[in-house]
């Protein structure tokens, strides 16, 4: 006797084997403008902060460090600013998001913070939401750091030190 299925992961199934699916060349694409964006936010990020705000808006959320949900452009970019250390972003990824045309960006590198010595690993993903222009606003921010050395930090694959 077969194992039956349950109808509503039957149903879902079936949804998803509908859902749009992208040319290669509009993948790339997308992946290449979300990685132009990236790095525009970056170069922003690091002449002048406050213009960050031009690529949020009032319904983009920050979670910051899984401690504070911050909402709002001027509240995202107040707090950015308040962040004042010297970092190192050593990988971008983009992905895009197939059904919505947007996309998705982890970056990943070092932060040094509060002046010390030893940089912990900082840890940033974005959800890029697209625009009727064509370009991208973020719509989620994640921002977290960790420090691997201290006991009880999350290291890959869900297991703690």
């Not at 992961?9 to 132009?36: C, G, Q, V, Y």
């Not at 899984?66 to 308040?82: F, Y």
């Not at 840890?123 to 750091?145: A, D, K, M, R, V």
């Amino acid at each position: 006797m077969e194992p039956s299925m349950d109808p509503e992961i039957m149903d879902w199934i079936r949804a998803e084997a509908k859902r749009p699916s992208l040319d290669r060349e509009t993948f790339d694409r997308i992946r290449a403008e979300a990685k132009r964006f990236m790095e525009d936010y970056y170069r922003t990020f690091d002449a002048n902060r406050g213009d960050l705000v031009n690529l949020y808006r009032e319904e983009s959320v920050l979670n910051f460090e899984d401690r504070e949900i911050i909402t709002g452009k001027e509240a995202i970019v107040a707090k950015l600013t308040s962040v004042q250390c010297p970092y190192h972003i050593s990988n971008l990824v983009c992905a895009p998001d197939i059904p919505h045309r947007g996309a998705f960006a982890q970056v990943t590198g070092f932060i040094w913070l509060d002046g010390k010595q030893e940089a912990v690993h900082l840890c940033q993903s974005f959800y890029l939401s697209p625009t009727p222009q064509g370009g991208f606003w973020i719509s989620q921010h994640n921002w977290s750091t960790h420090d691997f050395r201290q006991k009880g930090d999350l290291l890959c694959n869900g297991f703690t030190v």
